[in-house]
C-alpha cells in the first residue's frame, strides 16, 4: 500500500503483480452489510444543510447568461454581478412569469427578454433574492422553503486543497432517483472492485462504522478504503481514500495516502423535482479537486482546460453505472420491495 511510509518512486505507478481475474476476486456481499450502510446514510441525513444546495460549478456562472436551474421544483437562475459577485434568485419574472434562464445578462444585471425588467441582485418588483454562495469551485444557493432547517450563513464546504494550487473538474447527471439513493451509493463503497472493474482493482474496505449506532460526528463516521485505480494493463496507482458524509446530500472522498495525498472527490446530490411521469429527478454533482506534491503537477494544472474534459469523461463512466446503482434502488424502494432495510 502506498503511502505507508515508503519512499515513493519516481512515477506515481505500481506494478500488480497478483493480478486475479474479476470473478475470483474476494466476495464483498457478507462485508457490505445492509445495517451498515442504512445506518450511515441516516445519520448523515440527521447532520444539518443549513438549506444549501449546490446548483453548479463555479466557471459555469459568469458571461452574458445565467445559469438556470431547477431545485426541489423551485426555478433558479444564478449570474455575476458587475463585481463579479455570484447573485441567485427565483427564475420566473415577477412581471409576467417570463423564465429568466433565457434572458442575457448585461453589465451585471439580469435583463428580461420579454419585457426588459432589469435585476441587479437586490430586491424589485416582487423578485427577491435567494442566499448564494461561491466556494472557488461549486455554487451554492440556499433555500429556506424548500430545506426547512435552522439556515447556515455558509454551506458546509468539505476541507478540500486550495483551488489555485488544484486541478479542478465538475461533473454533472441526472438521474430518475432521489438524493438518498445517491448518497447511499456512495456510502457503499464494497461495490468498487465489482461494478466498476475498468477502474478500480484490489479494493479492501479496511474501516468502516461499526452497526447502524456508529458515530454522531461526520470525521469519524467513516469509511476507510485501500484501493487501486487502474491506468492500463497491470499498471495501477494505489491510495486509501476515506469517505465521509459532512451534511444531507454530499459524500466526500479525501485521499489521505499514497499518490495525490489531500485530493478530494466531492459527490453533491441536489434534488430537481419530478418528471413528467412524477418520478423524482436527482442531479449528482461531483467536483474533483486533484493536488500532488511531485513537480510535474504544475504541468498538469497548466495543462487543465485540455484535461478537465478526460476528467469529466470519466466520471461521466463511473456515474453511469451508479446512476444505474441509485435509479434502481429508487425503484425498489418506492415499491416496497427493497431488501437493504
Known sequence: MAGNGRRRG???LSLRRHAVAWER?????????????AGALKR??????????????????????????????????VWRDAGGGVVAGPGVCPHLGAPLRDSPVRCGTLVCHWHGLSLNGGPFAGWDPFPAY???????????????EEPLDAPVVPRRPVPARALTAVYAGVGVCEPEDVVA?????????????????????????????????????????????????????????VFTAPEPRTVVMHITEGEGV???VETHATPLGPDASGRPRTAVIEAV???????????ARAAAPLLRPLVRTASARLWRDDLAYAERRWALRSTGRFPGT
Open 289 to 299: 479537486v486533484a493536488a500532488s506534491d511531485r513537480r510535474g503537477f504544475a504541468l
Open 134 to 148: 461561491d466556494d472557488g469551485v461549486l455554487v451554492w444557493v440556499r433555500l429556506d422553503a424548500v430545506g426547512g
Open 262 to 264: 489531500g485530493s478530494v
Open 44 to 77: 448523515a441525513q440527521a447532520r444539518p444543510s443549513g438549506n444549501w444546495y449546490v446548483v453548479g460549478a463555479s466557471r459555469d456562472v459568469g458571461g452574458d447568461r445565467p445559469l438556470g436551474r431547477t431545485v426541489a421544483g423551485q426555478e433558479v437562475v
Open 185 to 241: 451509493n456512495r456510502l457503499d463503497p464494497w461495490h468498487g472492485a465489482w461494478f466498476h472493474p475498468y477502474s478500480f482493482v484490489d479494493l479492501t474496505v479496511a474501516d468502516a462504522p461499526d452497526g447502524p449506532d456508529g458515530p454522531g460526528d461526520a470525521g469519524e463516521d467513516a469509511f476507510a478504503v485501500d484501493v487501486s485505480f487502474k491506468v492500463a494493463g497491470r499498471l495501477v496507482v494505489p491510495v486509501r481514500a
Open 10 to 12: 519516481r512515477l506515481p
Open 25 to 37: 476476486q474476494r466476495p464483498t456481499w457478507r462485508d457490505a452489510r445492509p445495517a451498515v450502510i
